[in-house]
Each structure stands twice: as structure tokens, then as C-alpha cells.
């Protein structure tokens, strides 16, 4: 069945980098892109970014405007979102999910913590 | 960047009630939109896409309609599972942005 499943709790001081995985199994990989979304808390669902696993694009949040990567591995079918220089506001549930556009299928979500 | 305005942010129902919830766009994005629903714990689900086809294994007491700037999505005969937050997303090009989301919660 198709599964996105991402790495783990992160918690990190402002200034420093994050990376977020998202391994997936099920389908084609190379045919779709990956789409991130994070929720802060008490707050709602925001695009973060998005990128191709077939070539390679991507497209970002104004956000995270010169903090974002956004990489793809067809080796190991793995989509990962790099966040530098991390902010307190950065602080949310980070959640790849599969599609372009309307994605289907999501993974359980990172919660990354950016607290001094 | 095109801005989607929900309303209301919140609202109180009881079960069997019907409920809608309106998402407009700050500019034309034709039918490029899509619903979620958000539990908490939980991944976002898709509901509506296309702004009013139904996404496969979704109860059809959930409908959508709209084109343009106006959006609505509906649910009638509201049921236990249905008590959630909703949230539109354009498609119509990059940013994408999702409208603030509307809470359903129970009366």
C-alpha cells in the first residue's frame, strides 16, 4: 500500500539547520512531486514548498525565501525538506505529502521545536 | 500571491445539522481548488477537488460548489466523523495558500 513515512521529533536552536525526511513505498516514485506543509501551533495548514521527483523543480513559500531545500532520492524513493537558519515561528508539525496540486496521501507529520 | 479568505472560522453543530463553509479567492483561480479535512493527530484528508468532485471513498453527504473567486463546501445530515477542521487550497499556480480553515465543532 502507498505510505509516506517521516523521521522523527526534532528539537533545535535558533540559527541552526533542520532536516526532515519522508520515505515512501507503494507507487512509482519518480512520477510524482512532493508537496510540505506545516502547521504551527494552534494555528492552521500552510504550503511550505514543493518539488518534482521527476526533474528536479521545485517551488517555495516567500517564508522560507533563501532558508529552503528541497531534495528527492530515487534510490531510496526519500523526499527530505532541509530548513536553515531556524526561527522560533519556524516551530510546527512538518508534513510531505504526495501529488501536485491537491496531494492524496500524506505522511504522520514531524513536529520540529526551535526553542532557545 | 493569490489570498483565501474562509469563513466562518468557527462554527457549533449538531449532529444531523448541514453546515457550509465559504472560501474566496483574491483573484479568478477558475475550479483549482481543492478541501481537506483535518482531525487532530491526523494527516490532512482530501475531500473535494476540482472544486466539486467528490474524492474517491468520501460520504456524499459532503458536496462542493463554486468557480472563480466563491467557493462553498456543504455537508448535510452532519455525523460524529464529520466534526473536524476544514481547509480550502488553490492549485492555480505557485505560492499555493490554503484559507485559514473553519472548525467544526460539536453543539
Known amino acids: 500500500q502507498i505510505q509516506l513515512v517521516q523521521s522523527g521529533v526534532e528539537v533545535k536552536r535558533p540559527g541552526a539547520s533542520v532536516k526532515v525526511s519522508c520515505k515512501t513505498s507503494?507507487?512509482?516514485?519518480?512520477?510524482?512531486?512532493f508537496m510540505w506543509v506545516r502547521q504551527a501551533p494552534g494555528s492552521g495548514l500552510e504550503w511550505v514548498g514543493w518539488v518534482s521527483a521527476w526533474n528536479g523543480d521545485t517551488n517555495h513559500s516567500e517564508n522560507v525565501e533563501g532558508r529552503i531545500t528541497m531534495t528527492t532520492d530515487a534510490s531510496t524513493k526519500t523526499v527530505s525538506l532541509e530548513l536553515r537558519n531556524l526561527r522560533s515561528d519556524d516551530t510546527a508539525v512538518y508534513y510531505c505529502?504526495?501529488?501536485?496540486?491537491?496531494?492524496?496521501?500524506w505522511g504522520q507529520g514531524t513536529l520540529v521545536t526551535v526553542s532557545s | 500571491a493569490i489570498q483565501m479568505t474562509q469563513s466562518p472560522s468557527s462554527l457549533s453543530a449538531s449532529v444531523g445539522d448541514s453546515v457550509t463553509i465559504t472560501c474566496r479567492a483574491s483573484?479568478?483561480?477558475?475550479?483549482?481548488l481543492g478541501w481537506y479535512q483535518h482531525k487532530p493527530g491526523s494527516a490532512p484528508r482530501l475531500v473535494i477537488y476540482?472544486?466539486?468532485t467528490l474524492q474517491g471513498g468520501v460520504p456524499a453527504r459532503i458536496s462542493a460548489r463554486g468557480s472563480g473567486t466563491d467557493f462553498t463546501l456543504t455537508i448535510s445530515s452532519l455525523q460524529p466523523e464529520d466534526f473536524a477542521t476544514y481547509y480550502c487550497?488553490?492549485?492555480?499556480?505557485?505560492?499555493?495558500?490554503f484559507g485559514q480553515g473553519t472548525r467544526v465543532d460539536i453543539k
Open positions: 507503494g507507487f512509482s516514485f519518480s512520477s510524482y512531486g
Open positions: 487550497l488553490h492549485q492555480y499556480n505557485y505560492p499555493q495558500s
Open positions: 476540482a472544486a466539486s
Open positions: 505529502a504526495r501529488g501536485k496540486g491537491l496531494p492524496d496521501y
Open positions: 483573484q479568478n483561480i477558475r475550479q483549482d
